[in-house]
C-alpha cells in the first residue's frame, strides 16, 4: 500500500525565483574546467580571481535561466492556479510581470559586465560563449523557446555539460578547447542533463495537459523514466573510462563514494509513477547525486595533481 503525502507549495518570493539551490549545476561545470586550467597555470591571486569571476558569472547564467523561465512559463500561460506548486510568483500575484522580467534582464547585465574583464583579459573571442551562455538563458522559454521544442535536454548537455568548463579553461588559459576538460566534463554533462530529465518526468502529466513539448513529455513515461536512469547512472561508467584512459587521476574515483546517492535515487524513483512525493522527489535527490558526484570529483582531481606535488 502507497504512502501518501502532501506536497506543499514553495513559499513564492526572490528566494524560490531565483532557485538558489540549483546553482551547483553551474558551479560544478566552472570548478572543472578550472581544476584542470590549474595544471598548466599558477595558483595565483590573478587566475583565482578570474576563476571566481567565472563562478559568478555563471551563476548569474543560470539564475537568469531560472527567472526567465517562471516569466516564459507564465506568459504562455503553462503555469497556471492549478500547477503553481513550484513557480508561484506570478501566478499568485506576489510579483508582477516586470519585476520577474527586469531581474533576469539584471543577471543578464551584471554577466555583460563580467564580461567586459575577460574580454579585456582574453580577447574578443570569449563573446561568442557570452553569447551561446545568453542564448542559453534566456531562449529556454522565451523567443525561440527551445523548451517546448524537446530541445531544453540536449542545449543543458551542451551548455553545462560542455561549454560552461571549456570556457572557464579558456578564460583561465587562453587555450579554446582542451580534449581532457571535455572527456573529464563529460560525466557531470550527463548528470546535469539527468536533472532535468526529472523535472520534465515531474511534470510530465502537467506537460500533456498543456501541451508542452518537452523531450520526456514526447516520450511514454516509462521511457522517461529509463532515460532519467541512465543519464543519472551513466557518468559512473563514463568517470571511469575517462581513469583508465588516463585522462583523469585516479584520485577523481572517489567520486564512486555517491553511488550511495544514486542507490536513492533508484530507490525513490521506483514509486514515482503512484506516490506523489516520490515524484516530487525525482529533482532533489538527482541534484543531491549531482552536487555530490561534482565536488568529490573535482576535490579527487586537485588533491592527485595539485596538493600532493606540493607535498
Not at 550527463?190 to 513529455?217: C, P, Q, W
Amino acid at each position: 500500500m502507497t504512502k501518501k503525502h502532501n506536497i506543499k507549495s514553495v513559499k513564492a518570493g526572490w528566494y524560490n525565483l531565483f532557485r538558489p539551490w540549483s546553482l551547483h549545476g553551474a558551479i560544478v561545470p566552472v570548478l572543472i574546467g578550472g581544476v584542470i586550467a590549474f595544471n598548466t597555470i599558477p595558483i595565483d591571486v590573478v587566475n583565482i580571481s578570474l576563476l571566481i569571476l567565472t563562478i559568478v558569472g555563471a551563476v548569474l547564467f543560470q539564475s537568469a535561466a531560472n527567472i526567465f523561465n517562471t516569466y516564459g512559463d507564465f506568459i504562455r500561460g503553462i503555469d497556471t492556479e492549478e500547477n503553481e506548486r513550484r513557480s508561484p510568483e506570478l501566478v499568485s500575484g506576489l510579483m508582477t510581470e516586470r519585476q520577474v522580467l527586469y531581474a533576469g534582464m539584471a543577471c543578464i547585465a551584471a554577466v555583460c559586465l563580467i564580461g567586459m574583464i575577460f574580454i579585456y583579459h582574453i580577447g574578443w573571442w570569449i563573446t561568442i560563449y557570452g553569447v551561446l551562455g545568453i542564448f542559453g538563458s534566456v531562449m529556454y522559454t522565451l523567443g525561440v523557446a527551445y523548451k517546448y521544442h524537446a530541445l531544453g535536454q540536449p542545449v543543458c548537455f551542451i551548455m553545462f555539460g560542455v561549454l560552461m568548463p571549456q570556457g572557464t579553461y579558456y578564460i583561465l588559459t587562453g587555450q579554446p578547447f582542451s580534449i581532457e576538460v571535455f572527456l573529464v566534463g563529460l560525466p557531470n554533462a550527463f548528470m546535469i542533463t539527468g536533472v532535468l530529465a526529472g523535472n520534465e518526468l515531474r511534470d510530465y502529466h502537467d506537460d500533456k495537459m498543456a501541451n508542452v513539448r518537452t523531450l520526456t513529455s514526447c516520450m511514454t513515461y516509462k521511457s522517461g523514466m529509463k532515460l532519467y536512469l541512465c543519464l543519472s547512472t551513466v557518468s559512473f561508467i563514463i568517470l571511469i573510462i575517462v581513469v583508465v584512459l588516463r585522462y583523469a587521476p585516479l584520485g577523481s574515483l572517489i567520486a564512486l563514494l555517491s553511488l550511495y546517492d544514486l542507490y536513492l535515487l533508484i530507490k525513490n524513483s521506483k514509486n514515482a509513477h503512484i506516490d506523489k512525493h516520490a515524484s516530487f522527489m525525482l529533482v532533489p535527490t538527482c541534484f543531491r547525486l549531482n552536487w555530490h558526484f561534482g565536488i568529490l570529483l573535482i576535490i579527487g582531481y586537485a588533491v592527485q595533481n595539485q596538493i600532493m606535488p606540493i607535498l
